[in-house]
């Protein structure tokens, strides 16, 4: 059979589509194919009498003019089609005695904050709030700028002197998570609330200052139509380059011979080839399902042991006839007494409602989702009713949001297993392996793109890009077409 295209891509997610995307732009013929019927992979939203259901998207970096990565998005085709929405507040902690500590991103403001809230903590605040300024001016995207592996000497030089007026703070911040940093406060709230600023308690520190800094700077807005908007935007831009989509199109079998990726093979039994592969979907699933485990070294069989952390989560997503607009848009709970879900204990609850873009809920109601991190093992025991422990959640979510249960007309509810079954990604994993202050050395070295004694065959997505944020695994795409680019003789070209 003779190749339908140059590159085939498994999976029209983020990074499945840039990959696209920038082949297109380099002369190559390529063709995604979707085992879904829509793009986005996570990057995704669903719609419910009314409601967009936008769970997996708080911000994302790069869309502030001028800013990192936001010449990435505007090769890309989103930042043109889209408009974004910033936000002062990152987010709020609740403590059970009716504390409140407020995520400001402006560091002056935060460290006013804190210090009303912990004077007895103010070095430690001032800091804190200092690393958070220092982080304003420092480009996250020069460390992902040009593939690893090609970089020369004079990159490396060049990319040294850009990172040498931050090695302190980085040296600092990095290798310190949030939850060690909140063992070093004195204040019993403030100790308490710290380690949940960002979502994990085992973020490094360094992450969260660059949250804030961003969201400072206009950087990290929130797409307007949400997730599946900001995919749709790129899936144009695709198809406007000529590119061609299969959605409802699983693939069962990356095709090989002598060593060599030469295909792929449907669910459907239909087969097409091309002259490479690219798979950017779940890591695991390509390299142990699609090609049986066949090309895998001690550093692959490592890396899925299931010895790093990953994210995973349990959510409640309501369409709720109630107008949120006046709450806060995310706030963490910590309960005075834990709720039971999957059989375990949780003492912290985020309610994040979409109210700040009107365009995911008709007029007078609101999307609310209620999250908690659990584990892919407590599921994978547990004999109960998911729906079930969705009603309880919303129960204990009352004494905040009187008239919640009431006033919920849809509701959708996801573990880690039945994510793990709509997406295919591991373990129901949100963002490939969790980063922390020991997995963030994998972040900067990344993981292999390519597999041991397996020619043609590529791999990007949040699984080779530890942390998993969006912007990143755009890159990852761009950055495997650069590499192809250059192994062919060709010269890598970006049209924004």
């Known amino acids: ?13 983020i990074s499945g589509l840039a990959a696209g995307c920038y082949a297109q732009m380099n002369g190559y013929r390529s063709q995604v194919f979707e085992a879904n019927d829509r793009p ?8 419910h009498q009314g409601y967009t259901f936008d769970g997996g ?21 989103a930042v043109q089609r889209l408009e974004f929405v910033n936000q002062p507040e990152f987010m709020q902690i609740h403590g059970p005695q009716g504390e409140v500590l407020r995520v400001q991103s402006q560091p002056d403001q935060l460290e006013q904050h804190f210090l009303a809230l912990a004077p007895e903590d103010a070095k430690l605040i001032a800091g804190f709030c200092k690393g958070v300024r220092k982080f304003k001016d420092f480009d996250l995207s020069m460390l992902q700028q040009k593939p690893k592996s090609l970089m020369t000497a004079t990159d490396w030089a060049r990319l040294g002197k850009q990172v040498l007026p931050f090695m302190g703070v980085l040296g600092k911040w990095s290798q310190l998570s949030l939850r060690d940093l909140a063992g ?31 969201l400072d700077n ?45 295909g792929i093979r449907l669910d459907s039994h239909d087969e097409y080839r091309a002259e490479r592969i690219i798979s950017a979907c779940d890591g695991r699933r390509t390299i142990f399902d699609l090609l049986k485990g066949k090309y895998i070294n001690r550093r692959i069989e490592q890396l899925y042991n299931g010895h790093l952390p990953l994210h995973s989560q349990f959510q409640v997503l309501l369409g ?24 375990q204990p949780h003492a912290e609850i985020g309610v994040k409602h979409y109210s700040f873009d009107p365009s995911l809920a008709p007029p007078g ?12 093992s407590d599921w994978q025991t547990y004999g109960g009713s998911p729906s ?72 990007v997505s949040q699984w080779t890009e530890p942390g998993g944020s969006l912007p990143i695994v755009a890159l990852s795409g761009r950055n495997l077409i650069y590499e192809i680019c250059r192994e062919d003789g060709r010269t890598f070209a970006a049209a924004g």
């Open 365 to 376: 109601k609101s999307v609310v989702s209620l999250m908690l991190t659990t584990h892919y």
């Open 218 to 262: 206009g950087n990290a807005g929130f797409p307007v139509g949400g997730s599946l908007s900001f995919a749709r935007a790129i899936e144009q831009r695709y198809l406007d380059l000529g590119g061609e989509i299969h959605y409802s199109a699983p693939v069962e079998r990356v095709l090989v011979e002598n060593d060599r990726a030469v």
């Open 57 to 77: 998207l708080h911000y994302i970096f790069g869309t502030g003019p001028g800013q990192p990565f936001y010449s990435l998005w505007q090769e890309l085709g």
């Open 320 to 343: 709720v006839n109630m107008d949120f607009s006046q709450q806060p848009a995310w706030v963490t709970h910590l309960l005075d007494r834990p709720v039971a879900i999957a059989g």
């Open 184 to 214: 070093q406060v004195k204040n019993p709230f403030l100790r308490s609330a710290m380690p949940h600023m960002f979502a994990w308690p085992d973020v490094p520190v360094m992450v969260g200052m660059s949250l804030l800094a961003y």
């Open 388 to 459: 079930r422990d969705a009603e309880n959640l919303i129960d204990r979510m009352e004494a905040f949001y009187p008239g919640l249960g009431a006033a919920v007309e849809c509701m959708d509810v996801t573990t880690p297993l039945s994510l793990e079954q709509a997406t295919g990604n591991w373990q129901g994993a949100s963002c490939g392996w969790l980063l922390t202050k020991d997995t963030l050395p994998l972040m900067i070295k990344g993981v292999p793109k390519r597999l041991p004694g397996l020619e043609r065959f590529y791999m």
């Open 40 to 47: 986005g992979g996570l990057c995704t939203a669903r719609s």
């Open 1 to 13: 059979m003779a190749p339908t295209a140059d590159i085939i891509i498994i999976g029209a997610g």
